[in-house]
């Protein structure tokens, strides 16, 4: 019998069976789950894209929206983590709002995510070549744009163990970059490093430490959403784990404390030594993405070969990210397509359980994106990050109300809340703040827009171009499939879930203070 054609069709109680997620072959160790983990949270957002929340916010207004951005992504992957480990399915959040909310909802936010993340690889391929441009000045940057979409196309070809592994030792390298990047800026910012005792001087330094106030504060939002997205990839790759109720728990745990860690702790540096106007920051010219704030800092330092050494860094933190956005939107392609949403031979793999059709589309399509940005400038880097970070902000919130619908007909259905695998931290205070304010931020960041002179029609489209792409999916499938929400008592909890994969509950399972310091690392 075709499954393909059965995922097309409903119940009579409207729920969807999920029968062909095992066509993908769960390849993926706990170990590649936690340094994914960190390769999705750790990438050009802090290296590049972080810079021009500077000029915007000042160091206190950039510091205070990458710390609430993540708290609120703590939460959003507390409640991702909660579902995935009970329904580790390959679709993750977007099978998970079909199943619990309604499947037009499920529609609209999987090509939501997966054209958000077909942006983000053409735009990563993109700071490719410029960032290669710091060396060779005089060389075209569209050399290096195809050298590293071939690359990242072969890794991609040779399955999700190789993509796994690929990721394991590009997050490393991370890691260890940003801990020497901590470092060094420690002893600049004391003045070990360059003479220069900088304490809080520049949080003082003409505006700072919040420049433009509350509204560039809220403007910044946009950017640190950008920044961290790609964090739930943990969710997606669920479905290719060997024990995701093991793996994914211990990916999720100490998430928060890399951010605040990695993230918060490089944004404050840079904060403290960079002048929030410096002239190379992302503003004036799409050359200046080579030119990160970090590279900045070290530049300032006197450090030229840490500053190549950083570059270095960027790039294959920029190689990373496009990999995982090749991966990402082949797999959410093929979810699609095995649930009825997309043709049918997107949702073949081969032999080895790599879904072929889709990852060949989706490198077609990126390649398409990354084409069409030759022909702009400045500007066309700015819709990228626009539009991928309004993407992001409508996944976290639809993961968040998922989950409230989840653990309601969860606990109607007289389930146990012990039996979960994972429990979200908070719940549901944490959920509950962190939904009311993205959708405010979600809404509000496209203020600038109004002010300042006339009304800046072109950059209201580029802030808000993802909310009406969105609804119009949403509707346009709920009119012509005739959609309804699921009733509370009639959400599946059996199908797939974690005990019919003969996984088991690790949720008791007692971990030292040892183990977790060393779990940041590893």
């Known amino acids: 019998m075709d499954t393909t054609q059965e995922s097309e069709e409903y119940t009579k109680d409207g729920i969807k069976r999920f029968t062909r997620q095992d066509n993908l072959k769960r390849s993926l160790s706990s170990r590649h789950m936690t340094m994914i983990a960190i390769g999705g949270t750790i990438g050009t957002g802090l290296f590049v894209a972080s810079g021009s929340s500077f000029p915007v916010a000042g160091p206190g207004g950039a510091l205070l929206a990458f710390i609430i ?220 993405v080579a030119y990160s704030p970090m590279v900045i800092v070290l530049r300032i330092a006197g450090i030229k070969p840490a500053a190549d050494i950083m570059n270095a860094v960027i790039l294959t933190s920029v190689i990373s990210s496009s990999n995982s956005g090749t991966y990402l939107t082949s797999r959410a392609l093929y979810s699609l397509s095995v649930e009825g949403k997309g043709p049918k031979i997107l949702g073949k793999v081969t032999k080895k359980g790599l879904p072929l059709f889709s990852l060949l589309v989706c490198a077609t399509v990126i390649m398409g994106f990354f084409l069409i940005s030759l022909i702009g400038n400045q500007t066309v880097y700015t819709w990228f990050v626009s539009i991928t970070g309004v993407s992001g902000t409508i996944s976290w919130i639809v993961i968040i109300y998922t989950h409230y619908r989840f653990r309601r007909g969860y606990i109607l259905q007289g389930y146990n809340i012990d039996d979960l695998p994972y429990l979200a931290l908070l719940y549901p205070f944490g959920q509950f703040f962190s939904f009311i304010l993205l959708s405010f931020i979600l809404l509000a960041q496209g203020y600038y827009t109004f002010i300042g002179g006339p009304f800046d029609a072109s950059g209201f489209f580029q802030t808000y171009i993802g909310l009406p792409i969105f609804f119009g999916m949403w509707v346009l499938y709920k009119v012509i499939r005739k959609t309804k929400v699921v009733k509370l008592n009639e959400i599946d909890f059996e199908t797939e879930n974690y005990l019919s994969l003969g996984f088991e509950n690790h949720r008791h399972e007692k971990s030292s203070l040892k183990q977790a310091i060393l779990s940041l690392f590893s």
């Open 69 to 288: 951005s993540g708290i609120i992504l703590l939460f959003v992957m507390n409640s991702l983590a909660e579902m995935s480990t009970f329904i580790p399915v390959a679709g993750s959040f977007n099978s998970f709002a079909e199943r619990f909310v309604d499947p037009a909802l499920g529609f609209a936010v999987a090509y939501n995510y997966w054209y958000s993340w077909i942006v983000a690889a053409a735009n990563d391929i993109n700071a490719a070549g410029l960032i290669v441009q710091y060396w060779l000045p005089n060389t075209k940057p569209i050399i290096w744009n195809f050298t590293v979409f071939a690359i990242v196309l072969c890794l991609n070809l040779l399955g999700s163990r190789i993509y796994g592994e690929t990721e394991f030792w590009l997050a490393l390298i991370k890691v260890v970059a940003i801990t020497m990047f901590i470092i060094i800026g420690v002893l600049v910012a004391s003045g070990i490093i360059g003479g220069t005792k900088y304490g809080f001087k520049m949080w003082s330094y003409k505006e700072a430490p919040f420049v433009n106030g509350a509204l560039g504060f809220l403007r910044v939002f946009i950017i640190s959403n950008f920044s961290f997205q790609g964090a739930e990839i943990v969710g997606i790759t669920a479905g290719e784990s060997k024990d995701p109720s093991r793996s994914v728990p211990r990916a999720i745990r100490t998430i928060f404390w890399r951010i605040l860690l990695f993230y918060v702790l490089s944004i404050f540096l840079i904060g403290l030594i960079m002048p929030y106007d410096d002239p190379n920051l992302l503003k004036s010219g799409a050359e200046n």
